[in-house]
């Protein structure tokens, strides 16, 4: 079974419309984060999360909130939709406490809104 | 912003030769990463450079690190077709909680 897991994994849906993309872990790490992908720009940081109480804006957070439920259950929420949130979403995980280091990615939410 | 950019932003190579991508960067750093993404899925972590660290190896993959000229290299020794994919570097920035991603470099190995 995968690490992180992401639900679901293909969502189309129309301006305006309210929109939640799960993510879990099986990994233990205490440390979550959202990240998009839009062609040519790399990924880019949403939100972060380093424990269930901790919850930190990352570089574009406008137009997007979170909700840590619980250590393996990290949630992203687009209140209301627009045609430029179209991208792919990516869940993350980490522990700096382990080697080899690196974050963990979830397979990715493919989100179109029309 | 982006914190590191990649260099080149696509690669074509036949199977068999080496590849070299390079990594830029603006600040210092507690580390360097380099992740390897297949089109459309999700990021898999390949390596971790240090910064008091200059050369790393880990199967075919070498990378280094230049804090002075704040750049870094990943080189694939005997590409494969199954290593056709976009590589990422990420720098963990001094002070900073989260890594910067690049832009990528979009490595194709042709059989």
């Known amino acids: 079974d995968a690490d992180v897991t992401q639900t679901p994994r293909n969502r189309i849906t129309k301006t305006g419309k309210r929109i939640m993309l799960e993510c879990s872990q099986t990994?233990?790490?205490?440390?979550m984060y959202w990240y998009r992908q839009d062609p040519g720009l790399g990924l880019r940081l949403i939100y972060y999360s380093f424990d269930v109480k901790d919850i930190n804006k990352g570089e574009i957070s406008d137009g997007y909130s979170v909700s840590r439920q619980a250590q393996a259950k990290f949630s992203l929420s687009l209140e209301s939709a627009i045609p430029n949130q179209t991208a792919l979403y990516f869940c993350a995980t980490s522990d700096p406490g382990q080697a080899p280091g690196g974050q963990y990615f979830g397979p990715g939410t493919r989100l179109t809104v029309l | 912003s982006q914190q590191g950019e990649e260099d080149p932003q696509a690669l074509s190579i036949q199977e068999g030769e080496n590849a070299t991508m390079n990594c830029s960067y603006k600040?210092?750093?507690?580390?360097l990463q380099w992740y390897r993404q297949n089109s459309g899925r999700g990021l898999v972590h390949l390596i971790l450079?240090?910064?008091?660290?200059r050369e790393k190896h880990s199967g075919r993959l070498r990378v280094t690190l230049d804090t002075s000229k704040k750049s870094s290299s990943l080189l694939i020794t005997a590409s494969r077709a199954a290593d056709t994919a976009s590589y990422f570097c990420?720098?963990?920035?001094?002070?900073?909680?989260?890594?910067?991603f690049g832009t990528g470099t979009r490595l194709t190995v042709i059989p």
């Open positions: 600040t210092s750093i507690n580390n």
């Open positions: 450079i240090r910064s008091n660290e």
């Open positions: 990994k233990g790490h205490d440390r």
């Open positions: 990420a720098t963990d920035k001094t002070g900073a909680n989260n890594l910067f």
